[in-house]
């Protein structure tokens, strides 16, 4: 088992850029594909990046391709979301998460470990 916490939201400009941590722990040797999910209020949870557990491939949101780079350490058990040209609609809060095996997913039925979220907040 996976745990995993999250990092590095907060509150910026339109326009500006932020980098979100995801910290790993437990039997992080087993290896995982990692995932970054985002919830706005009012709205459902949805995919934003995922990256396998190599590091070799990513799949954006098309929401977000362009601006977001999703990256990981394996040696520092993290990874890591980097938010540029941020929109007031990239407001939400951020998940991490870890898949069930060593592959790229969007689904979140192949995720089984969820960090608590970290809130991002852009304004306008």
């Known amino acids: 088992q996976v745990q995993l916490v999250e990092s590095g939201g907060g509150l910026v400009q339109a326009g500006g850029s932020l980098r979100l941590s995801c910290a790993a722990s437990g039997r992080t040797s087993v290896g995982y594909g990692l995932g970054w999910f985002r919830r706005a209020r009012g709205k459902e949870r949805e995919f934003v990046a995922a990256?396998?557990?190599?590091?070799?491939?990513?799949r954006y949101a098309d929401s977000v391709k362009g601006r977001f780079t999703i990256s990981r350490d394996n040696a520092k058990n993290s990874g890591y979301l980097q938010m540029n040209s941020l929109k007031p609609e990239d407001t939400a809060v951020y998940y991490c998460?870890?898949?069930?095996?060593?592959?790229?997913?969007?689904?979140?039925?192949?995720?089984?470990?969820w960090g608590q979220g970290t809130q991002v907040t852009v304004s306008s």
């Open positions: 990256i396998t557990w190599s590091g070799g491939s990513t």
């Open positions: 998460a870890a898949a069930v095996d060593r592959w790229i997913s969007e689904r979140e039925v192949d995720f089984y470990s």
